[in-house]
């Protein structure tokens, strides 16, 4: 039962919302752009670009816990989250610029280039995203209304990612005039700049209601025990790095399916809007959903629904647009809901620590998030490269081999739609139910004896 002390106004979710349009701006150029920016622009190969992608996830191992426990040990005026989302805006703005410029260098400088700035761009994304998640989960104690919350994250996460898998060709041909390499550089400054404002807006629109129990000790060693004995949490791990995965594979190889399958390079652009506005379509229905059926049950029929229909994508020719395009609108529509129930899920898990231990470790519990969304994300994206050069994939080729062709189109369907239904079986044993939630609510507000004020700004 959502109370006075636990809603949120409709101003401040829209100001939590943005911050993750500000994410997309530049997460959805690596997401969408980076692998054929790499191959056909930068001119390293796909092979090459994979492992940059590949190697960049153990370095993950490391910084996004490490943000975690920094975070959770972070005291300022502004709370523990929000001080991260000021100070790191402009360094990950920067960086995304890096990260798409073309120094001209060697073909060995070149990946060393840019397997250095895609790091450090990385870690910036860790050192700002993680904390920002992690502020979702403090701003208020009612389940349902951390779904509401997400809603807006996710509706606005998505409003950025249809900007920029929409128009980043077009405006990239627009300031290049020729010239991609300058037109990717140009286009990504424009994003990060939009970035950095929207990050600002998060930081002055937002506050943290929820702390750790007040007698609560630091203890590194105890927070990762906990951790890692927190099965809704090991659940929600395997099944973030999984569906990000999925995700890392079908966007990262749909500008190839429509340069070499379809023929139509530019009119990636169009699938790309068309699928982020059924998704936006779709994501208010995740907290009636979930009030309905629950939210583990929400997910499990998302990720069967969806995967069934994103396999498929396999079936329809190049000239059946009209069923790609269908194929597309009905997959994200069906993966819509389970969206802002992955990050609220794990809000409910790290008060599932707190209620059953007496420890409160948020930052450390959502940088399982960070690391699910980057390693699944690096894990899919090195596979996206190896994959197309096992299929065969000739970089900047006018023409590709049937076989290339075809694992084009197994990388955008097959693949994917099998990886997102494995995460179905997973959540079966999740063991969070909405009574539970409730019990939890009302057993940790009465411990910490109702809502922590406002901290001052």
Same mark, same amino acid.
């Given at each position: 039962?959502?109370? $006075?002390? @636990?809603?949120?106004?409709?101003?401040?979710k829209?100001?939590?919302?943005?911050?993750?349009?500000?994410?997309?701006f530049?997460?959805?150029?690596v997401?969408?752009?980076?692998?054929?920016?790499?191959?056909?622009?930068?001119?390293?190969?796909?092979?090459?670009?994979?492992?940059?992608?590949?190697?960049?996830?153990?370095?993950?191992?490391?910084? $996004?816990?490490?943000?975690?426990?920094?975070?959770?040990?972070?005291?300022?005026?502004?709370?523990?989250?929000?001080?991260?989302?000021?100070?790191m805006?402009?360094?990950?703005?920067?960086?995304?610029?890096?990260?798409?410029?073309?120094?001209?260098?060697?073909?060995?400088?070149?990946?060393?280039?840019?397997?250095?700035t895609?790091?450090?761009?990385?870690?910036?994304?860790?050192?700002?995203?993680?904390?920002y998640?992690?502020l979702?989960?403090?701003?208020?104690? $009612?389940?349902?209304?951390?779904?509401?919350?997400?809603?807006?994250?996710?509706?606005?996460?998505?409003?950025?990612?249809?900007?920029?898998?929409?128009?980043?060709? @077009?405006?990239a041909?627009?300031?290049?005039?020729?010239?991609?390499?300058?037109?990717?550089?140009?286009?990504?400054?424009l994003?990060?700049?939009?970035?950095?404002?929207?990050? =600002?807006?998060?930081?002055?629109?937002?506050?943290?209601?929820?702390?750790?129990?007040?007698?609560?000790?630091?203890?590194?060693?105890?927070d990762?025990?906990?951790?890692?004995?927190?099965?809704?949490?090991?659940?929600?791990?395997?099944?973030g790095i999984?569906?990000?995965?999925?995700?890392?594979?079908?966007?990262?190889?749909?500008a190839?399916?429509?340069?070499?399958?379809i023929?139509?390079?530019?009119?990636?652009?169009?699938?790309?809007?068309?699928?982020?506005?059924?998704?936006?379509?779709?994501?208010?229905?995740?907290?009636?959903?979930a009030?309905?059926?629950?939210?583990?049950?929400?997910?499990i029929?998302?990720?069967?629904?969806?995967?069934?229909?994103? =396999?498929?994508?396999?079936?329809?020719?190049?000239?059946s647009?009209g069923?790609i395009?269908a194929?597309?609108?009905?997959?994200?529509?069906?993966?819509?809901?389970?969206?802002?129930l992955?990050?609220?899920?794990?809000?409910?898990a790290?008060?599932?620590?707190?209620? @059953?231990?007496?420890?409160?470790?948020?930052?450390?519990?959502?940088?399982?998030?960070?690391?699910?969304?980057?390693g699944g994300?690096?894990?899919?994206?090195?596979?996206?490269?190896?994959?197309?050069?096992?299929?065969?994939?000739?970089?900047?080729?006018?023409?590709? @081999?049937?076989?290339?062709l075809?694992?084009?189109?197994?990388?955008?369907s097959?693949?994917?739609?099998?990886?997102?239904?494995?995460?179905?079986?997973?959540?079966?044993?999740?063991?969070?139910d909405?009574?539970?939630?409730?019990?939890?609510?009302?057993e940790l507000?009465?411990?910490?004896?109702?809502?922590?004020? $406002?901290?001052?700004v």
């Amino acid at each position: 039962m959502t109370t $006075d002390s @636990t809603r949120l106004s409709v101003k401040e979710k829209l100001g939590y919302g943005v911050g993750d349009t500000a994410s997309h701006f530049v997460w959805d150029m690596v997401g969408f752009w980076i692998l054929i920016f790499y191959t056909d622009t930068f001119g390293i190969s796909a092979a090459a670009a994979g492992t940059i992608m590949f190697i960049a996830r153990f370095w993950d191992m490391a910084s $996004d816990p490490l943000m975690g426990v920094i975070s959770d040990r972070t005291r300022t005026r502004w709370g523990k989250f929000r001080p991260y989302i000021l100070w790191m805006a402009l360094p990950y703005s920067f960086l995304a610029v890096l990260a798409f410029s073309t120094p001209d260098l060697g073909q060995t400088g070149k990946v060393v280039y840019a397997g250095v700035t895609y790091l450090l761009l990385m870690t910036a994304y860790t050192a700002i995203n993680l904390p920002y998640s992690s502020l979702g989960a403090v701003m208020t104690s $009612d389940s349902y209304e951390r779904t509401s919350l997400n809603t807006y994250r996710f509706v606005c996460a998505f409003a950025g990612q249809l900007v920029v898998s929409g128009l980043a060709l @077009t405006l990239a041909g627009y300031f290049g005039q020729g010239d991609s390499a300058r037109g990717y550089r140009l286009t990504v400054t424009l994003f990060a700049v939009i970035s950095f404002v929207l990050f =600002i807006v998060t930081f002055l629109s937002t506050r943290e209601r929820i702390q750790p129990p007040p007698t609560q000790q630091d203890s590194i060693r105890q927070d990762f025990k906990i951790l890692l004995a927190n099965r809704p949490w090991v659940i929600l791990a395997a099944v973030g790095i999984v569906s990000f995965v999925m995700f890392a594979l079908q966007n990262l190889s749909l500008a190839y399916y429509f340069k070499y399958y379809i023929g139509r390079e530019e009119s990636v652009q169009l699938f790309n809007v068309v699928g982020s506005v059924a998704l936006i379509v779709a994501l208010p229905l995740s907290k009636p959903l979930a009030q309905r059926f629950g939210k583990r049950n929400v997910f499990i029929g998302s990720s069967l629904l969806s995967g069934s229909f994103f =396999i498929l994508l396999y079936l329809p020719g190049a000239e059946s647009l009209g069923w790609i395009y269908a194929l597309n609108i009905l997959g994200k529509m069906a993966y819509a809901p389970a969206v802002p129930l992955l990050w609220t899920m794990i809000a409910d898990a790290a008060d599932y620590a707190e209620w @059953t231990t007496g420890r409160r470790a948020t930052g450390l519990f959502f940088s399982a998030a960070t690391f699910a969304q980057k390693g699944g994300w690096g894990i899919g994206g090195a596979l996206a490269g190896w994959l197309l050069a096992a299929f065969g994939y000739v970089q900047q080729a006018t023409l590709q @081999t049937a076989h290339a062709l075809t694992g084009i189109k197994l990388l955008i369907s097959v693949f994917p739609g099998l990886l997102y239904m494995s995460c179905a079986f997973v959540l079966i044993f999740y063991p969070i139910d909405e009574a539970t939630c409730e019990t939890m609510k009302r057993e940790l507000e009465e411990r910490r004896g109702g809502e922590v004020p $406002d901290p001052q700004v």
